[in-house]
T-cell receptor
Framework: AQSVAQPEDQVNVAEGNPLTVKCTYS??????LFWYVQYPNRGLQFLLK??????LVKGSYGFEAEFNKSQTSFHLKKPSALVSDSALYFC?????????????FGSGTRLQVQP | GAVVSQHPSWVICKSGTSVKIECRSL??????MFWYRQFPKQSLMLMAT?????????EQGVEKDKFLINHASLTLSTLTVTSAHPEDSSFYIC????????????FGPGTRLLVL
């Protein structure tokens, strides 16, 4: 069965510093990997995805993520954090080795960027 | 970019009544839509996969007679919470999947349901 782990409930970073939000996954086939961001009382906004190709994926708002097959990781990164980046971040995977079309989400990581 | 809307954004109802939530893909056609439920400070839990023109596929533990899903067109799926009870109070989020190999799920803004 597919699964996603986000080991950190919360990440704190100072504005202007680089940030990393961790994600590891487990699938039986090839993974489709996604990052979404959620602001309070709102739905999820798509940030970026990895389907195939370059391991480094660039997405919205200056975020990027690196697909690492050997470590089964897809960590989200940004070179310089903004206070407005403070939100809840979800990593998700779709296991292409199964017929399942739905995404499986991690537990979420709350990012707090201090001014 | 792809936009998904939900209506209503919030609803308060009395116990025993039914509530219908609409999910629309505004600028693309979605043969597949998904319904999720999110409890406070928790992740999204998939409830069901909604397929245009056919029956929805429910996740284990989700009562299909309780949560009725209709996907009548390529741009609209509805979730009806029948005979709602306080334990059904939650944040319900839908998503719609684009087609093709570069598929992405786009999410609606969510509907907060409070059952009194």
């Amino acid at each position: 069965a597919q699964s996603v782990a986000q080991p950190e409930d919360q990440v704190n970073v100072a504005e202007g510093n680089p940030l990393t939000v961790k994600c590891t996954y487990s699938v039986s086939g090839n993974p489709y990997l996604f990052w979404y961001v959620q602001y309070p009382n709102r739905g999820l906004q798509f940030l970026l995805k990895y389907i195939t190709g370059d391991n480094l994926v660039k997405g919205s708002y200056g975020f990027e993520a690196e697909f690492n097959k050997s470590q089964t990781s897809f960590h989200l990164k940004k070179p310089s954090a903004l206070v407005s980046d403070s939100a809840l971040y979800f990593c998700a995977v779709r296991d292409m080795g199964t017929g399942r079309r739905a995404l499986t989400f991690g537990s979420g990581t709350r990012l707090q960027v201090q001014p | 970019g792809a936009v998904v809307s939900q209506h209503p954004s919030w609803v308060i109802c009395k116990s025993g009544t039914s509530v219908k939530i609409e999910c629309r893909s505004l600028d693309f056609q979605a043969t597949t839509m998904f319904w999720y439920r999110q409890f406070p400070k928790q992740s999204l839990m998939l409830m069901a996969t909604s397929n245009e023109g056919s029956k929805a596929t429910y996740e284990q533990g989700v009562e299909k007679d309780k949560f009725l899903i209709n996907h009548a067109s390529l741009t609209l799926s509805t979730l009806t919470v029948t005979s709602a009870h306080p334990e059904d109070s939650s944040f319900y989020i839908c998503s719609a999947k684009t087609s093709g190999n570069q598929e992405t799920q786009y999410f609606g803004p969510g509907t907060r349901l409070l059952v009194l």
